[in-house]
């Protein structure tokens, strides 16, 4: 035998519109959590030179050419071509030399703050933070010539990593916000059809038992 279908309340709509809300919150929260936990301010090298950075937290981070920059009140406007450089970054406790590799999207334009543009040059991953020993050389052919690199966070790494599994979030939460409203829908057109059905083919009995009234 067939269960008689259950008339959901509307309040299930407005829990299909709180689980949406809800979750796309989450999912902004946890994106731009994981934005400020890795944001630095970029630390500036003046190349050919060497340097110390101190770096608080493991991660990726990306070594920048700052061909529009401003050093020690030095205004640098060096052009966008690629610049050759020979550099090394080094743990100082551990004497580890860090593997440093190709940035793998070159031709993103970075903006630093005002009078600084840069592109990304190469990439690589601190396992263990404190202080490194960076130092960098120019290529022969640009002899007497001065650059300005930077280092700070792989922003696009992270933002790939977080959106991997931010926008899944997002997907399962929209989804589960729409079939909350489909079933509620759904169910109380159930209801209410057979309610009909009920009322037309088993009349109440006030419309069977009616009573006859008087003449006047």
Known sequence: MREKPIQPSRWYYGLGALIFFVGTALTALIIITQFYRYFEEPHQFLIPGTGTITFEKSGPYTIYYEYLSEYNGRT?????????????????????????????????????????????????????????????????????????????????????????WSVP??????????????????????????????????????SILRVPQPWN
């Open 169 to 206: 979030l997002l997907f399962i939460t929209i989804i589960a916000s729409i079939l909350a409203i489909l079933v509620t829908y759904f169910k109380r057109r159930e209801y209410v059809t057979l309610k009909k059905y009920e009322n037309k083919i088993f009349p109440s009995a006030k």
């Open 76 to 164: 640098f406007d060096t052009g966008k071509a690629f610049i050759d450089i020979e550099p090394e970054l080094r743990n100082k406790q551990t004497d580890e030399i860090i593997y440093l590799s190709r940035a793998r999207i070159t031709f993103n334009r970075y903006i630093f703050g005002p009078h600084r543009d840069a592109i990304a040059l190469l990439n690589f991953r601190i396992e263990k933070p404190g202080e490194y020993k960076f130092t960098a050389d120019l290529a022969k052919e640009y002899n007497e010539t001065e650059v300005v690199l930077s280092i700070a966070p792989d922003y696009i790494h992270i933002a790939l990593v977080t959106l991997s």
